[in-house]
């Protein structure tokens, strides 16, 4: 059974450009959350795609925007990169009936230069 | 209801027990977690405990829950050199949002 799947594992921007980072949930997981993880900070909730629409969304500006497609995959986009967007993204997935379960992938970290 | 305090540091020595800390600030939280996360990986689910439990164990974990003062700590018996990760203490809040401690770094030494 595979767990929660990140592409890429590493990626290198500059500052104003944009990146996709891509997920796959647990097999059988219709809930698609994204987390920032500043470092040496905890995750920082940015939204939550159900249903292919995004249900919650945190304190992130409009640079950030997510899909999710119809086989629960789910893409974070972010436009205009800053030198602060550099993290770790990590995605998790859970089941909407039982959202108190978050499983995590193991994030796609982002530097922007 | 965002507020997720936790210590920076703990080192112990292995065969000892940790006690990690945690204080949250929305008694209206449903779910409370302890997750791990070891260097360059993401996030392991530990264990969780349901607001109206005060204790849950599971193995060498043992999570206590204090909701009047909203505190959680994690008790790991027997701490191994393989348990050194960072914790983080989580709050669920409105069923599908995940707030986050800064992380307690566990040190085990030999």
């Known amino acids: 059974d595979a767990g929660v799947t990140q592409s890429p594992t590493h990626l290198i921007k500059t500052r104003g450009q944009q990146v996709t980072l891509r997920c796959s949930p647990k097999s059988g997981h219709d809930t698609v959350s994204w987390y920032q993880q500043a470092l040496g900070q905890g995750p920082q909730f940015i939204f939550q795609y159900y249903e292919e629409e995004e249900r919650q969304r945190g304190n992130f500006p409009d640079r950030f925007s997510g899909h999710q497609f119809p086989n629960y995959s789910s893409e974070l986009n972010v436009n205009a990169l800053l030198l602060g967007d550099s993290a770790l993204y990590l995605c998790?997935?859970?089941?909407?009936?039982?959202?108190?379960?978050?499983?995590f992938g193991e994030g796609s970290r982002l530097t922007v230069l | 209801g965002e507020d997720v305090e936790q210590s920076l540091f703990l080192s112990v020595r292995e065969g000892d027990s940790s006690v990690i800390n945690c204080t949250y600030t929305?008694?209206?939280?449903?779910?409370l977690y302890w997750y791990k996360q070891e260097p360059g990986a993401g996030l392991q689910l530990l264990t969780y405990i349901f607001s109206n439990m005060d204790m849950k164990q599971d193995q060498r974990l043992t999570v206590l829950l204090n909701k009047k003062d909203k505190h959680l700590s994690l008790r790991i018996a027997d701490t191994q050199t393989g348990d050194s990760a960072i914790y983080f203490c989580?709050?669920?809040?409105?069923?599908?949002?995940?707030?986050f401690g800064s992380g307690t770094k566990l040190n085990v030494k030999p």
């Open positions: 998790a997935s859970s089941l909407a009936v039982n959202t108190g379960e978050l499983f």
């Open positions: 929305d008694s209206s939280s449903t779910y």
């Open positions: 989580a709050e669920l809040m409105n069923f599908n949002k995940f707030y």
